[in-house]
């Protein structure tokens, strides 16, 4: 009799496993065929595990209509909470998906990071990631930091100074397995 009841709520503890998000915890959202399907999938960052942080969900449109979640990346982004320090998403040229945050509004250090995500081999990896920091006060501290994950190749360019390459495991990184330990440390140091 103890076996059946364990069978019987075995189904609501998965459930609880789910994360539960209000709508008022949602920062951006983004429909469109992100792996290149023909079917629409979506994109939605929002904040679950830290308020001063977007966590990315994407998801799978399938053919009868449904969303299915191919991918979760807790703390991708910061989350500034106002206008110019507010992360969202968008595409790029090549058609994906980017998330983009930054400062641009509180203080005089601003800063914008891209982390860019493609689909490739059947998942969503971290193809690249940008890092560009400059001072309202002084044009010659900043700088750009490139880094494509995909190539395994980056370039760190300061504003004043030499261009510097570097290297960095090629093929990308899957999205679930992403976080702040991936960037280089070229780009860490902006």
Request: with cysteine; glycine share 10%.
């Amino acid at each position: 009799m103890r076996f059946l009841l364990f069978l019987l709520f075995l189904p609501a503890l998965a459930v609880a496993q789910d994360r539960i998000v209000e709508p008022s915890q949602v920062i951006a959202v983004l429909n469109d065929d992100l792996d290149d399907d023909g079917i629409l999938d979506r994109a939605v960052l929002y904040y679950y595990s830290d308020w001063d942080f977007a966590d990315l969900s994407v998801y799978h449109g399938t053919v009868q209509g449904y969303l299915e979640e191919a991918a979760y990346s807790p703390k991708i982004a910061w989350n500034g909470h106002g206008q110019g320090v507010t992360p969202y998403l968008t595409r790029n040229e090549a058609g994906s998906l980017q998330v983009m945050s930054g400062n641009e509004s509180v203080g005089p250090s601003r800063w914008h990071e891209t982390v860019t995500i493609a689909f490739r081999g059947g998942r969503f990896v971290v193809a690249g990631y940008t890092f560009e920091t400059y001072e309202l006060n002084d044009p010659d501290l900043g700088g750009l930091c490139d880094t494509n994950y995909l190539s395994g190749r980056g370039v760190l360019t300061p504003n004043s100074g030499k261009a510097e390459n570097f290297r960095v495991p090629k093929g990308g990184i899957p999205l679930e397995e992403w976080s702040p330990a991936d960037v280089p440390p070229q780009c860490a140091a902006g």
